[in-house]
């Protein structure tokens, strides 16, 4: 006989979870006693349910592998809502344990108490309770095989007497991972094979879903001499050794990823659920493959829908097509790169002295003197824009954020999953100011479980983003200030090594020494408030509410920010 808590340890030691993520708590007490006496399973402690989940997102996904975090009842696994969102919409593996109060007290108005099964529902693949101890084996294997196959967040709620409970023996077993070929029938292939026929110009847009099909799509895009934009996902699996890489499109990309998908006559999709419709084209036609049928047309109107997977799909069409010697519109997106990516190096420049730091050329440092194995981690907002233009991969290089589900101060809580993995790797998190202030007590998470962590903070003073997204429509900023303190004093106080930048000429010893240092570090620099981040097209809107951001801004009596605006920006406009 054992305990539901203890079979519960059990069975992730045979599913093979290495460590745990979480905060403990009295609803808790019988999962973390079973964890210290099994002794096999880390526990990582942080200093908010958030973080865990979104370290157990980024283990998932650095890994491939089921990522486990828990919640205290009540308030405690409440707190894992936001991460554990963004595992579900990153589509990786994690399994969140959420006690509950106990049972004979569920629905009574109990002190703490909340339903988890109703509160989870929307993001997770599988939310139940257990409610007696019989029921567990099943349950958790039923949990488990969910988050592994549907590659989503699965969730079990225990309460803590429940989990205190002896029950019948079970004899642990792995649920190993399927790895089906999912391929579109031979009518549907030539169907996508008559259209791209058809073509003379033909674009590819790839995402994430191409991970583990680097070669096959690099050896479609050579048959159709098509170029390859990619999306913020796709950076990662995508851009290296890529001959055909255009770069981006969207909010994050430039212009020419925008411009070869607008001259394409047939845009191509691959594994991707690219969301923004004003950056499809208007007359091209499409032709989308995902593995998930039911993503197919979600985002634009398709002309072919093909279910099946990346890799197996991408090989089965290039067998099946011939070799085009048509390579023009290949060779014209590729020179209008080549300017385009050259225009964007231009900027990553020093600045002058006593001027803040342009955020472009501290990420090239940081691109620069990475290792070539190096995690990267991204904040939501301008840090996500700097890593998307200026951060280059390598096969093995890796980049996380939270691309999907969009939360602010994401880099921290994903780089200490990421560095939780392999303490000997370096990992890199692109921190916005708002972001890292938000989460400051995982600093200590970083150094109270020796994660050596490596924090850079884009310190502009402000919620930058959203002050881009009030000019743009037309508003003066308002409520995005932030009065800051000197991060490297509080990382120092808290046990990390901090170093602070205020000129452009102390930079590249600083990231040296940043990146040399043997344990966690913080490097905060001090970044232009006023860079603007141009989008690959500005719409007539935007244009408008710019100009009448400077309107009202002048009218308010803040014409001086008209002119910072100006100078800071006043490299990319002549």
Known sequence: ????????????????????????????????DALRRDGSIEWVHHRHEESAAFAAAAEAEITGELAVCVGSCGPGNLHLINGLYDAQRSRVPVLAIAAQIPTSEIGSGYFQETHPVEVFRECSVYAEQVTAPEQLPRMLRIALREAIEKR????????????????????????PATDPRTLPSESELHAAVELLDSAKKITILAGAGCAGAHSEVMALADTLGAPIVHSMRGKEHLEYENPFDVGMTGLLGFASGYRAIDAAEVLLMLGTDFPYQQFYPAHAKTIQIDMRGAQLGRRTELDLGLC????????????????????????????????????????????????????QYLTRLLDERATDDAIFTADVGSPV????????????????????????????????GAQAVDRDRQVIALAGDGGVAMMF????TATQNGLPVKIVVFNNSSLNFVELEMKSAGFVNYG????????????????????R?????????????????????????????????????????????????????????????LLDLAKTNWRQLF
């Not at 403990?24 to 999962?31: A, C, T, V």
């Not at 997977?309 to 089965?316: F, G, M, S």
């Not at 020179?335 to 001027?355: C, I, N, P, Q, V």
């Not at 570090?521 to 408008?544: F, G």
């Open 1 to 32: 006989m054992s305990t539901v808590a203890e079979h519960i340890i059990a069975q992730l030691r045979a599913q093979g979870v290495q460590r745990m993520y979480g905060i403990p708590g009295d609803s808790l007490n019988g999962l973390t």
């Open 152 to 175: 989503g967040v699965a969730v079990l709620v225990i309460s803590g007497d429940v989990a205190l409970s002896q029950m019948p023996a079970a004899e642990p077993r792995k649920i």
């Open 308 to 359: 099946g997977t990346v890799k197996d799909t991408a090989a089965a069409l290039t067998a099946r097509l011939a070799r085009r010697r048509d390579r023009r519109h290949l060779d014209d997106a590729l020179e209008h790169y080549t300017k385009t990516r050259a225009k964007l190096d231009e900027l990553a420049t020093e600045s002058s002295a006593g001027e803040p730091i342009h955020p």
């Open 385 to 416: 824009i700097w890593a998307a233009r200026y951060l280059k991969m390598s096969a093995s290089r890796r980049l996380l954020g939270s691309f999907n589900h969009g939360s602010m101060a994401n880099a921290l809580c994903h780089a200490l």
């Open 441 to 444: 007590g995982e600093l200590l």
């Open 480 to 499: 995005t200030e932030l009065e800051n303190p000197n991060f490297a004093a509080v990382a120092q106080a808290a046990g990390l090594h901090g170093i």
């Open 501 to 561: 930048v205020d000129e452009s000429d102390q930079l590249p010893a600083a990231v040296d020494e940043f990146l040399a240092h043997d344990g966690p570090a913080l490097l905060d620099v001090r970044t232009a408030r006023q860079e603007l981040s141009m989008p690959p097209s500005i719409t007539a809107e935007q244009a408008k509410g710019f100009a009448l951001y400077a309107i009202r801004t002048v009218l308010s009596g803040r014409g001086d920010e």
